[in-house]
């Protein structure tokens, strides 16, 4: 008889643990960090061109460009304002390098890429970067 009240009594207590240990899950209400989202894009760059030349990304979303340079100059990669005027990020890539450059965006826009060193844009090496 004293066994059987002894095994009632823990399988109550294991019932009870476990209904308390279901109901806290959420972490007393405290805020919980956004889950980040991140791309990685490998880039070649030769002469005068970035293929792919164009990429989507989500505002915040952390951004990786691989950009290995299979030409015979050396190039760079850069992020540039919509409107061209700023440089947001850049990378050099020597001849047979592989480079890369980490931008998170934060806001939504196209942003324009280019390699600036003279005569690179102009011969086309160009790209866009579409934030949404």
């Keep these: 008889m004293k066994f059987r009240s002894i095994s009632l009594m823990v399988v109550i207590g294991l019932v009870l643990v476990v209904a308390l240990a279901a109901c806290g899950g959420g972490g007393g209400g405290a805020p919980q960090p ?13 002469e005068f ?6 990429f989507n990304a989500k505002a915040g979303e952390q951004l990786t ?9 050396d190039h760079n990669f850069v992020i540039l304002s919509a409107d061209g005027s700023q440089e947001l990020a850049k990378t050099e890539i020597k001849v047979g390098q592989t480079a890369t450059l980490n931008y998170t965006p934060p806001a939504a826009g196209e942003y324009q890429i280019d390699c600036n060193l ?13 934030v949404k």
């Design 49 to 54: 061109k970035f293929e792919p030349n164009t």
């Design 65 to 73: 460009f691989k950009v290995t340079n299979k030409g015979t100059v």
């Design 34 to 46: 956004a889950s980040s989202s991140s791309s990685t894009f490998n880039v070649t760059a030769t």
């Design 118 to 130: 003279p005569g690179h844009k102009e011969a086309g090496m160009t790209g866009t970067l579409t």
